[in-house]
T-cell receptor
Framework: NAGVTQTPKFRILKIGQSMTLQCTQD?????MYWYRQDPGMGLKLIYY???????DKGEVPNGYNVSRSTTEDFPLRLELAAPSQTSVYFC????????????FGPGTRLTVT | GQQVMQIPQYQHVQEGEDFTTYCNSS?????IQWYKQRPGGHPVFLIQ?????EVKKQKRLTFQFGEAKKNSSLHITATQTTDVGTYFC???????????FGKGTKLSVIP
């Protein structure tokens, strides 16, 4: 199993541009999440999904959109990029068992200038 | 909403010394998870604690959940350079799978 994969690894955007961060998991997990991590900070939840067709906002959803058309994929869309969106973005997935550890992808480092 | 405070923010230790990080909440937590993130890497799950007073060990790592379920600790005995990284605690609300993370404790080990 590849686990959780994310593309791209790095990206530089100009202010106002848009992009989609891709996330795919091959563990058949129902739950998927998007986090952002700013330097010296913990992870903040942007959006999450409990299954295909179902998404909901996390703590910091403004400026982002998501969709979940399949169990495997959970893309994150940035519209009108702003410097405040410069961050490292992590996708994660989990299975709702007794121990629901989250499995993280390698991250996308995004710079908006 | 609920939050957790992690202390210390940074810790520098000589290799072989012990290390402890604490995770404190003002409200009762239903569970606590611990993750490790190596420099430049992604968070990796270490353990989940659910019961009041629970203690779990993984080799040199000891995890505790307080009796009141308001605090937790991670203790590393005889640190090694492979222990370098940031340790995060995280919790979810009752019946929820969303995690709220602390800001982490960054551990440096001096060889």
């Amino acid at each position: 199993n590849a686990g959780v994969t994310q593309t791209p690894k790095f990206r530089i955007l100009k202010i106002g541009q848009s992009m989609t961060l891709q996330c795919t998991q091959d563990m058949n997990h129902n739950y998927m999440y998007w986090y952002r991590q700013d330097p010296g900070m913990g992870l903040k939840l942007i959006y999450y999904s409990v299954g295909a067709g179902i998404t909901d906002k996390g703590e910091v959803p403004n400026g982002y959109n998501v969709s979940r058309s399949t169990t495997e994929d959970f893309p994150l869309r940035l519209e009108l990029a702003a410097p405040s969106q410069t961050s490292v973005y992590f996708c994660a997935s989990s299975y709702p068992g007794v121990v629901y550890e989250q499995y993280f992808g390698p991250g996308t480092r995004l710079t908006v200038t | 909403g609920q939050q957790v405070m992690q202390i210390p923010q940074y810790q520098h230790v000589q290799e072989g010394e012990d290390f402890t990080t604490y995770c404190n909440s003002s409200t009762t937590l239903s569970n606590i998870q611990w993750y490790k993130q190596r420099p430049g890497g992604h968070p990796v799950f270490l353990i989940q604690l659910v019961k009041s007073g629970e203690v779990k060990k993984q080799k040199r790592l000891t995890f505790q959940f307080g009796e009141a379920k308001k605090n937790s600790s991670l203790h590393i005995t005889a640190t090694q350079t492979t222990d370098v990284g940031t340790y995060f605690c995280a919790f979810s609300g009752a019946g929820s799978y969303q995690l709220t993370f602390g800001k982490g404790t960054k551990l440096s080990v001096i060889p």
